[in-house]
């Protein structure tokens, strides 16, 4: 069975501060490994990645893949009060056949916690 | 004018029950999901639709029904209510079955008492 595991499971800083946020990974044909926000509601996407070594970046958010030692790192700089949420951790596993069927196994998220 | 939506919000109900939750997507979209989140944060897949035909379906209780009477509508029933069934349940919808494009409902809470 698929298994995605994000460490730590929560996280409390001040403003300002930098912080890493780890996904670690067992997955049979992973395809890719994306990377949600969830503040009150629904989960919207930050990043999806495929190729190790090849860092995403938006603002202050950054992630890697590391495709042999399965894990992937969220950092995020000069955090916000606004940056409070669960960041969740998803793969994407290829079906038979090597297609794509969009199923995605999300680890138990990180709860960020930024102090004015 | 919201992406996709799910009625109701809230929903509290007994144990025993029989419930359904509807799911819409004005985004042009030919897949949607079920997922459960439940109390650990954990958001599991539970079934998907590619134009109305199943493709993902879980191994979740045959209590949990869903149904998809056009692209735009995903709909969960939920025979015999149990207090495990207790969790935000979200849709999403998608084009094709790319994931990075999923779009996710604003979730509806169920707690079966």
């Known amino acids: 069975e698929d298994k995605v595991v994000q460490s730590p499971l929560s996280l409390v800083v001040h403003e300002g501060d930098t912080v890493t946020l780890n996904c670690s990974y067992e997955?049979?044909?992973?395809?890719?490994l994306l990377w949600y926000k969830q503040e009150k509601k629904a989960p919207t996407f930050l990043f999806m990645l495929?190729?190790?070594?090849i860092e995403k970046k938006s603002g202050r958010l950054s992630s890697i893949l590391d495709k042999k030692e399965l894990f992937s790192i969220l950092n995020i700089t000069a955090t916000q009060t606004g940056d409070s949420a669960v960041y969740l951790c998803?793969?994407?596993?290829?079906?038979?056949?090597?297609?794509?069927?969009?199923?995605?196994?999300f680890g138990q998220g990180t709860i960020l916690t930024v102090h004015p | 004018d919201t992406a996709v939506s799910q009625t109701p919000k809230y929903l509290v109900t007994q144990m025993g029950n029989d419930k359904s939750i509807k799911c819409e997507q004005n985004?042009?979209?030919?897949?949607m999901y079920w997922y459960k989140q439940d109390s650990k944060k954990f958001l599991k897949i539970m079934f998907s639709?590619?134009?109305?035909?199943?493709?993902i379906n879980e191994t979740v209780p045959n209590r949990f029904s869903p149904k998809s009477p056009d692209k735009a509508h995903l709909n969960l029933h939920i025979n015999s209510l149990e207090l495990g069934d207790s969790a935000v349940y979200f849709c999403?919808?998608?084009?094709?079955?790319?994931?990075?494009?999923?779009?996710f409902g604003p979730g509806t809470r169920l707690t079966v008492t």
């Open positions: 999403a919808s998608s084009f094709g079955l790319l994931p990075y494009e999923q779009y």
């Open positions: 997955v049979t044909n992973f395809r890719s």
């Open positions: 495929t190729s190790s070594g």
């Open positions: 998803a793969v994407e596993a290829l079906g038979a056949g090597g297609t794509s069927y969009g199923k995605l196994t």
């Open positions: 985004l042009g979209h030919d897949t």
């Open positions: 639709y590619n134009n109305k035909e199943l493709i």
